[in-house]
């Protein structure tokens, strides 16, 4: 069957693996990336896939209501995959208020887009990508499930949430077809180095401090990026209307033994002795706010849709990490914003 997919942010971490998989994968859909290209956008992860007849890149930005109105009306999407926000967390501490505009105005944009397009929903949907940030902070026991209420603690979790709520309220009021799953830290390739594993890798290899929020006890839950994408394509297909979907590694570390685990994996790499890298290992101030844990009870995705991780951690953090060491030139440009101005001259010309 055809069908012609809006991804949003598909120029970032999660949604170019998205973007990636889709294009390949379904050779008859037509998928079209919107992306605003900011600071964590960079097209240079899909070139690749940027020359195939199924693959469209379309700068422009969720926030601007006449501009999606006006695309959904020539373009004529039967599905949306939402990907597109604000999501580091130190950034929503700094600037609250972008994440409120992106996350929440801009989701609120798209969803009345498909509301307004989608005169007849059968076959159409709307999935949102959202987190299990949402649902809080755990204590040393327990997990988030579905129905955990939500209790989101940081500027970034709290538009995260309201985007989820928008959500359901779209399907409960409109009739909207809708789905939504929350998924737990991912890490892999293209991932902007200013969230930790990149940041480690990247400051390992140049020598430099390794900054330890705290006393590094606070937990996180790791997935492997493409087993989230993995997850997104069979709750795209599968999953039924209406529903959420918690996405998770079933792969909990403190972040100091997840450091001191990258130390140990990089100190091979790169032929120091063991037990080098880890003398870079530097505590700084906790970040404000900080949740303690999160944990991901991803059981009703197994059961009911048969998904399940991939990978095992120690071997998805060595390929990350040979990712990283083999594309120090990516880094660089990410760092440095000179693909940023390079591409908006491109898409500028057009
Ligand atoms: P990212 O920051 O790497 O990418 C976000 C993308 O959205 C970028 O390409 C950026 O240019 C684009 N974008 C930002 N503002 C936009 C706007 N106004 N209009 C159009 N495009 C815009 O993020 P990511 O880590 O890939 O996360 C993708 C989604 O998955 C987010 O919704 C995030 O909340 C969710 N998520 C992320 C994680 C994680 O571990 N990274 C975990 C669970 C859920
Ligand atoms: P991050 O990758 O920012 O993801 P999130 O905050 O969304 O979970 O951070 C993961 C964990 O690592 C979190 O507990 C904060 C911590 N952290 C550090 O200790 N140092 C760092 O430099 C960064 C970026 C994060």
């Not at 700094?94 to 505009?101: G, I, N, R, S, T």
């Not at 200013?194 to 937990?219: A, D, F, Q, S, T």
């Not at 095992?312 to 030139?329: I, M, P």
Request: a negative charge; proline letters at 4%; aromatic letters at 12%.
């Amino acid at each position: 069957m055809s069908r012609k997919i809006l991804i949003t942010g598909g120029a970032g971490f999660i949604g170019s693996h998205v973007v990636r998989l889709f294009v390949n994968k379904y050779p008859e859909y037509t998928i079209g990336n919107l992306d605003a290209l900011t600071y964590a956008g960079n097209p240079e992860n899909l070139k690749d896939v940027e020359a195939r007849p199924n693959y469209k890149f379309i700068k422009g930005d969720i926030t601007d209501e006449s501009f999606i109105n006006q695309l959904f009306q020539s373009e004529g999407f039967d599905a949306v995959i939402h990907l597109a926000a604000e999501s580091h967390v130190d950034r929503s501490i700094m600037d609250p208020l972008a994440f409120v505009k992106t996350n929440v105005l801009g989701t609120a944009i798209l969803l009345n887009a498909a509301r307004n397009n989608w005169k007849e929903k059968e076959g159409k949907l709307f999935y949102h990508v959202s987190t299990d940030e949402v649902y809080g902070s755990l204590g040393e026991t327990g997990f988030f499930t579905e129905e955990t209420p939500y209790d989101p603690r940081s500027p970034y979790s709290a538009s995260k949430a309201s985007s989820d709520h928008f959500v359901m309220a779209y399907h409960h009021t409109y009739g909207l077809p809708v789905v939504m799953s929350n998924c737990s830290n991912n890490y892999g390739s293209h991932h902007f180095p200013e969230k930790l594993i990149p940041l480690m890798i990247n400051n390992i290899r140049n020598n430099k401090p390794l900054p330890v929020y705290g006393k590094g006890e606070n937990v996180r839950d790791w997935l492997w990026v493409n087993d989230h994408a993995a997850a997104i394509d069979v709750i795209f297909h599968k999953g039924r209307t209406g529903e959420k979907y918690n996405v998770g590694g079933f792969n909990e570390w403190k972040n100091i033994d997840l450091v001191h685990l990258l130390c140990r994996i990089m100190d091979k790499k790169l032929g120091r002795a063991d037990g080098e890298s880890a003398k870079l290992i530097t505590y700084v101030k906790d970040r404000q706010g900080h949740d303690l844990r999160y944990a991901i009870d991803a059981t009703k995705l197994n059961k009911e849709l048969g998904w399940k991780p991939s990978l095992q951690f120690e071997e998805g953090l060595e390929k990350t990490v040979d990712w990283y060491l083999e594309n120090q030139e990516w880094i660089d440009h990410v760092l440095s914003g000179s693909y940023q101005q390079y591409y908006q001259q491109q898409y500028a010309n057009r």
